[in-house]
């Protein structure tokens, strides 16, 4: 903007000038509307006198011509009317008549005398005819009175001057103008006037035409008078506009200079001062007066003078037309503000620097805010660090809140730059509070242990009731921290105070606490919300502590319950063997008894005996089965078999019961049914035996059926149907639980445990199936249970062994074979060695494993047998040693088939056995079915059995 503060304003008179051009355009045009018709009236007014005088001349010479010629004397004798055709008429008239033709404008000329009468004519040049047609003669007659004279004819005899008519004058023959020359005579009287009349029209048509003129000259006048006026007007109202434009805007600068927030000065070339803004004064620290006795380097930071003498000069010497920069002034007090400045020059038309304009705004404020803005994207960034590093740290997986508490005291304090870091966990119902951790920034320490009553912050406490932390800016006075500023803030100088509380799920557990020491702190949201997080990953820490102890207790649980589970099996391992062996001792040896030469009563009380001790190795048999399966000791096999061939087996192990009480038995296998199955025969056996001897078993009369059909969802579905004394419907729900009978009393009538069912159940549900019942009592039980098909019939291996009874088998003779036996029980020692021999083959007996070893180390034996428990060295230690010592040359690469005995046929105890490098176990009580089986598989010479005698089961 061109326009400077210093410009002069406009003066008042100017502006008014300038205030209403219609008005001054109305005078204007007013004043040249007077101003031409003056100047076109006097031309007019000249014109016309002019002309008037042209003609009054030319009357006058015209008259006094006429005059000259006139013939005086002879004017003087024509005194009569009749001497019209004198010759002194004519000689009179003659020259008169020379200048009308020579003078056309002239109409008359003529002569009158004064006489008493009045005005007389006496020679009129005028021919005596009616030249314009009215009927009158033109000539005027002689001596002929001359009406209504014009005065000046008068005036002319009296004056004896030459006069003339005043104005054009009008008569019957025309308008005219006339001049009047007194002629006298040789005496010097006057003789006549001689009239000379000008046609006049002739005048009042030029007057005419210059009147026009006139008018038209006016209106050009008032035509250029409006025009003028119109000019007049727009210029004036364009003039105005212009100033307005100016004055709006030297209105605006200065409302901008004197009010606006920048400081703004106008600056000689000199560097003086010419104007400052209040803002720049405000800026600057002093007045107007103050600063017109300084330089603006005086006020400048020493450290910016050079940039900005070097800017100033660039501009001086016409390289730009001004200069940005940011600055810093040095005010009154000495205080530094930063501000940029923005300096532009004014040039004068001849290109000289007229003056500077410099605006400066304060940027202190921005520059401070900045700085704050930067600072806190600083510590968010460090927050942000520190959480994440903490969420990563293992000793918050870990719940080692101790080692976390470490690092988040000291990763806070050092991201924060808080004096103190520290975190509290309450203890004993939260009476007190012990420091875990305390980082002290400056010295870089950490410590641990104080103490402090939760009686001293019990404000903080109703504080946290409703909020999350405490944020003390002045805590020394803060209600919320009153308890503890004595005893615990002021001897620390502490003297602002954000604690957080440490709460997971819904407990809280302790304090995360940033103290600050010396000058009072403002907490920030942001600070806030990150000791928030801290305090949240102390707690998860916390709860994952909570939980590794759960879990450690759980696993101390869970090994205690597996020791237990591991010493009842052992004990149901020992015990097994502990009954198992004397039952064994006492069903052989009734066998064997039966087998010697008895009276009718012994062998009555042998047979008594034998199904006592049968019927109790059943009881004892449910009652391990039951154990084990409630232990979750028993496992199923899944491989293939001929499930035909079990069932049959089964029914064929029942028959001679059924044949005592002559009830039909019959297995009926369903064509569609597969009979290859996989799964575990035995147990399916026994499940089958169990249901069918109880069919049996409540039977008196008529016929029992096991029948497979095939059910829904690929499982076969096994029956058991009997026509016996059936079960009421109150007690089917309950009979597959244990030790229940359908009716107590039948206990005594029919025997059992109650556990057969139950232990059915479990089976059954083990091998994947379903069991049930339908009974109607007095009318039969049918007992069912499910099996799962197999997806594709499974190819066996082998065979199933045939069917035999067991009283089936056939002694065979192997004498050559030589078996070692090593069982410390005499009974099982005399048992066995009985049957071997009965098979024909050569026993040697040892009582404990390291004889066995001995023994089998100095001889070469086709089969031994081997108890597990033994004294000195048990089986499993034996059979090592017998396998080493086979592996070594000594050995001679051969391999003694190792037969387990034992009466825990747990799957464990099978691997073990296999583990320690036996080939196969027996189940204690050793029955001659399965020790035969042994033989056949270990001894294959040896097809031959041991001989019926022990047959138990
Ligand atoms: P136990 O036969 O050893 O008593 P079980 O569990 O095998 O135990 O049988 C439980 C009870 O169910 C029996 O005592 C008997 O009352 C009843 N029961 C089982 N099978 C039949 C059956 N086929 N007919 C009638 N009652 C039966």
């Given at each position: 903007?061109?326009?400077?503060?210093?410009?002069?304003?406009l003066r008042a008179s100017e502006r008014g000038r300038f205030a209403r051009p219609a008005l001054l355009a109305v005078v204007t045009a007013l004043a040249f509307l007077l101003g031409a018709a003056a100047c076109e009236w006097m031309l007019y007014v000249t014109a016309r006198e002019v002309l008037r005088q042209t003609i009054d001349e030319e009357l006058l010479a015209t008259g006094r011509l006429a005059a000259a010629r006139l013939d005086v004397a002879a004017h003087a004798r024509l005194v009569r009317e009749d001497q019209l055709n004198d010759p002194d008429y004519v000689a009179v008239v003659a020259p008169f008549r020379e200048l009308l033709s020579a003078l056309p404008h002239i109409r008359y000329i003529y002569t009158a005398r004064q006489s008493p009468e009045g005005v007389r004519f006496a020679v009129d040049a005028a021919l005596p005819v009616d030249s314009d047609g009215d009927g009158v003669i033109d000539q005027a007659g002689l001596g002929e009175i001359y009406e209504d004279p014009d005065p000046a004819v008068l005036e002319s005899f009296s004056s004896d001057e030459q006069t003339l008519s005043s104005e054009p004058y009008t008569?019957?023959?025309?308008?005219?103008?006339?001049?009047?020359?007194?002629?006298?005579?040789?005496?010097?009287?006057?003789?006549?006037?001689?009239g000379v009349d000008s046609d006049a029209s002739v005048y009042l048509g030029r007057i005419a035409q210059m009147r026009r003129a006139l008018g038209v000259g006016l209106?050009?006048?008032?035509?250029?008078?409006?025009?003028?006026?119109?000019?007049?007007?727009?210029?004036?109202?364009?003039?105005?506009?212009?100033?307005?434009?100016?004055q709006l805007n030297e209105a605006r600068f200065r409302g901008f200079f004197d009010h606006g927030m920048a400081g703004m000065a106008i600056l000689a070339p000199t560097g003086h001062w010419l104007e400052v803004n209040e803002a720049l004064c405000e800026l600057v620290g002093y007045t107007r007066e103050q600063l017109r006795g300084l330089t603006p380097g005086a006020i400048t930071h020493a450290d910016d003078r050079t940039r900005e003498d070097e800017a100033v000069a660039a501009v001086t010497r016409g390289d730009h037309d001004g200069y940005s920069m940011e600055k810093r002034f040095v005010r009154r007090d000495g205080t530094v503000v930063h501000a940029d400045l923005s300096v532009r020059c004014v040039r004068s038309d001849d290109g000289s620097i007229d003056h500077f304009v410099a605006v400066a705004v304060d940027t202190t404020q921005s520059k401070h805010a900045k700085e704050v803005i930067l600072a806190a994207l600083r510590q968010s960034e460090a927050s942000l660090r520190v959480i994440s590093q903490v969420a990563a740290a293992p000793a918050l997986a870990g719940g080692q809140v101790e080692e976390l508490a470490r690092l988040v005291t000291e990763q806070a304090a050092l991201a924060t730059d808080i004096e103190r870091v520290s975190v509290w966990m309450f203890e004993q119902d939260g009476a007190i509070a012990r420091c875990i951790d305390l980082y002290e920034h400056p010295a870089a320490r950490h410590t641990a242990g104080a103490v402090l009553k939760r009686a001293d912050f019990e404000n903080e406490f109703a504080a946290f009731k409703t909020s999350r932390y405490v944020d003390a800016h002045d805590a020394l006075t803060d209600p919320r921290t009153r308890g503890y500023v004595e005893p615990y803030l002021r001897p620390r100088g502490i003297t602002s105070l954000l604690d957080v509380i440490i709460r997971t799920s819904g407990r809280d557990l302790g304090i995360l606490c940033f103290e600050r020491v010396g000058r009072p702190h403002h907490w920030e949201p942001r600070e806030i919300s990150f000791g928030c997080q801290l305090a949240d990953q102390i707690g998860i820490a916390i709860l994952n502590r909570e939980q590794h102890q759960a879990t450690l207790e759980l696993m101390r649980a869970r090994d205690e319950a597996q020791a237990a589970s591991r010493a009842k099996s052992e004990f149901l391992a020992v015990m097994s063997h502990e009954i198992r062996t004397p039952m064994n001792g006492v069903i052989g040896f009734a066998n064997l008894l039966a087998d010697t030469t008895l009276d009718t009563t012994q062998l009555k009380f042998v047979g008594t005996i034998?199904?006592?001790?049968?019927?109790?190795?059943?009881?004892?048999?449910?009652?391990?089965?039951?154990?084990?399966?409630?232990?979750?000791?028993v496992e199923i096999d899944h491989e293939p078999f001929n499930a035909r061939d079990v069932m049959a087996a089964a029914v064929a192990v029942l028959q001679p019961r059924a044949d005592e009480k002559k009830l039909s038995l019959a297995l009926d296998w369903g064509d569609e049914v597969p009979r290859r199955w996989v799964g575990d025969q035995d147990r399916l056996r026994q499940v089958v035996l169990n249901l069918a001897g109880n069919a049996i078993k409540y039977t008196r009369q008529g016929a029992v059926l096991v029948r497979i059909l095939p059910d829904?969802?690929?499982?076969?579905?096994?029956?058991?149907?009997?026509?016996?004394?059936?079960?009421?419907?109150?007690?089917?729900?309950r009979l597959f639980n244990k030790f229940t009978q359908a009716d107590s009393s039948m206990t005594r009538r029919f025997g059992g445990t109650g556990l057969g069912l139950a232990i059915s159940r479990q089976l059954v549900e083990l091998m994947g199936g379903r069991i049930g019942l339908e009974s109607e009592p007095g009318r039969g039980s049918t007992f069912w249970f499910t099996h799962p098909?197999?997806?594709?019939?499974?190819?066996?291996?082998?065979?199933a062994a045939p069917v035999e009874a067991d009283s089936a088998a056939a002694p065979g003779a192997a004498g050559r074979h030589r078996v070692l036996l090593a069982d410390d029980t005499e009974v099982n020692q005399v048992l066995i060695v009985e049957m071997l021999r009965r098979a024909g083959i050569r026993v040697d007996v040892v009582a404990d494993g390291a004889e066995a070893v001995r023994r089998a180390t100095a001889h070469a034996y086709d089969l031994i047998l081997m108890d597990c428990q033994m004294p000195v060295m048990d089986g499993f230690a034996a059979t090592e040693a017998i396998r080493a010592h086979?592996?070594?040359?000594?050995?001679?690469?051969?391999?003694?088939?190792?037969?387990?005995?034992t009466a825990d046929v747990q799957a464990a105890?099978?691997?073990?056995?296999?583990?320690?490098?036996?080939d196969d176990f027996l189940t204690k009580p050793v029955r001659s079915q399965g020790l035969r089986e042994a033989l056949r598989r270990w001894l294959p010479a040896a097809a031959g059995a041991p001989p019926a005698g022990p047959s138990p089961a």
């Amino acid at each position: 903007m061109a326009t400077s503060p210093h410009t002069p304003a406009l003066r008042a008179s100017e502006r008014g000038r300038f205030a209403r051009p219609a008005l001054l355009a109305v005078v204007t045009a007013l004043a040249f509307l007077l101003g031409a018709a003056a100047c076109e009236w006097m031309l007019y007014v000249t014109a016309r006198e002019v002309l008037r005088q042209t003609i009054d001349e030319e009357l006058l010479a015209t008259g006094r011509l006429a005059a000259a010629r006139l013939d005086v004397a002879a004017h003087a004798r024509l005194v009569r009317e009749d001497q019209l055709n004198d010759p002194d008429y004519v000689a009179v008239v003659a020259p008169f008549r020379e200048l009308l033709s020579a003078l056309p404008h002239i109409r008359y000329i003529y002569t009158a005398r004064q006489s008493p009468e009045g005005v007389r004519f006496a020679v009129d040049a005028a021919l005596p005819v009616d030249s314009d047609g009215d009927g009158v003669i033109d000539q005027a007659g002689l001596g002929e009175i001359y009406e209504d004279p014009d005065p000046a004819v008068l005036e002319s005899f009296s004056s004896d001057e030459q006069t003339l008519s005043s104005e054009p004058y009008t008569d019957k023959w025309g308008t005219f103008m006339s001049s009047f020359t007194p002629v006298r005579d040789a005496a010097g009287r006057i003789e006549c006037v001689v009239g000379v009349d000008s046609d006049a029209s002739v005048y009042l048509g030029r007057i005419a035409q210059m009147r026009r003129a006139l008018g038209v000259g006016l209106v050009g006048a008032l035509v250029g008078s409006a025009l003028v006026g119109t000019g007049v007007f727009l210029f004036q109202r364009s003039r105005l506009r212009a100033v307005r434009v100016l004055q709006l805007n030297e209105a605006r600068f200065r409302g901008f200079f004197d009010h606006g927030m920048a400081g703004m000065a106008i600056l000689a070339p000199t560097g003086h001062w010419l104007e400052v803004n209040e803002a720049l004064c405000e800026l600057v620290g002093y007045t107007r007066e103050q600063l017109r006795g300084l330089t603006p380097g005086a006020i400048t930071h020493a450290d910016d003078r050079t940039r900005e003498d070097e800017a100033v000069a660039a501009v001086t010497r016409g390289d730009h037309d001004g200069y940005s920069m940011e600055k810093r002034f040095v005010r009154r007090d000495g205080t530094v503000v930063h501000a940029d400045l923005s300096v532009r020059c004014v040039r004068s038309d001849d290109g000289s620097i007229d003056h500077f304009v410099a605006v400066a705004v304060d940027t202190t404020q921005s520059k401070h805010a900045k700085e704050v803005i930067l600072a806190a994207l600083r510590q968010s960034e460090a927050s942000l660090r520190v959480i994440s590093q903490v969420a990563a740290a293992p000793a918050l997986a870990g719940g080692q809140v101790e080692e976390l508490a470490r690092l988040v005291t000291e990763q806070a304090a050092l991201a924060t730059d808080i004096e103190r870091v520290s975190v509290w966990m309450f203890e004993q119902d939260g009476a007190i509070a012990r420091c875990i951790d305390l980082y002290e920034h400056p010295a870089a320490r950490h410590t641990a242990g104080a103490v402090l009553k939760r009686a001293d912050f019990e404000n903080e406490f109703a504080a946290f009731k409703t909020s999350r932390y405490v944020d003390a800016h002045d805590a020394l006075t803060d209600p919320r921290t009153r308890g503890y500023v004595e005893p615990y803030l002021r001897p620390r100088g502490i003297t602002s105070l954000l604690d957080v509380i440490i709460r997971t799920s819904g407990r809280d557990l302790g304090i995360l606490c940033f103290e600050r020491v010396g000058r009072p702190h403002h907490w920030e949201p942001r600070e806030i919300s990150f000791g928030c997080q801290l305090a949240d990953q102390i707690g998860i820490a916390i709860l994952n502590r909570e939980q590794h102890q759960a879990t450690l207790e759980l696993m101390r649980a869970r090994d205690e319950a597996q020791a237990a589970s591991r010493a009842k099996s052992e004990f149901l391992a020992v015990m097994s063997h502990e009954i198992r062996t004397p039952m064994n001792g006492v069903i052989g040896f009734a066998n064997l008894l039966a087998d010697t030469t008895l009276d009718t009563t012994q062998l009555k009380f042998v047979g008594t005996i034998k199904s006592s001790a049968e019927a109790l190795l059943h009881v004892i048999n449910d009652i391990l089965d039951f154990s084990k399966i409630e232990a979750g000791h028993v496992e199923i096999d899944h491989e293939p078999f001929n499930a035909r061939d079990v069932m049959a087996a089964a029914v064929a192990v029942l028959q001679p019961r059924a044949d005592e009480k002559k009830l039909s038995l019959a297995l009926d296998w369903g064509d569609e049914v597969p009979r290859r199955w996989v799964g575990d025969q035995d147990r399916l056996r026994q499940v089958v035996l169990n249901l069918a001897g109880n069919a049996i078993k409540y039977t008196r009369q008529g016929a029992v059926l096991v029948r497979i059909l095939p059910d829904s969802g690929g499982f076969a579905r096994i029956s058991i149907v009997d026509t016996g004394i059936g079960i009421a419907p109150e007690a089917q729900s309950r009979l597959f639980n244990k030790f229940t009978q359908a009716d107590s009393s039948m206990t005594r009538r029919f025997g059992g445990t109650g556990l057969g069912l139950a232990i059915s159940r479990q089976l059954v549900e083990l091998m994947g199936g379903r069991i049930g019942l339908e009974s109607e009592p007095g009318r039969g039980s049918t007992f069912w249970f499910t099996h799962p098909l197999p997806a594709v019939e499974p190819a066996l291996e082998a065979p199933a062994a045939p069917v035999e009874a067991d009283s089936a088998a056939a002694p065979g003779a192997a004498g050559r074979h030589r078996v070692l036996l090593a069982d410390d029980t005499e009974v099982n020692q005399v048992l066995i060695v009985e049957m071997l021999r009965r098979a024909g083959i050569r026993v040697d007996v040892v009582a404990d494993g390291a004889e066995a070893v001995r023994r089998a180390t100095a001889h070469a034996y086709d089969l031994i047998l081997m108890d597990c428990q033994m004294p000195v060295m048990d089986g499993f230690a034996a059979t090592e040693a017998i396998r080493a010592h086979e592996a070594t040359p000594a050995g001679g690469g051969r391999h003694t088939p190792i037969v387990a005995l034992t009466a825990d046929v747990q799957a464990a105890t099978a691997e073990r056995c296999r583990a320690a490098g036996m080939d196969d176990f027996l189940t204690k009580p050793v029955r001659s079915q399965g020790l035969r089986e042994a033989l056949r598989r270990w001894l294959p010479a040896a097809a031959g059995a041991p001989p019926a005698g022990p047959s138990p089961a």
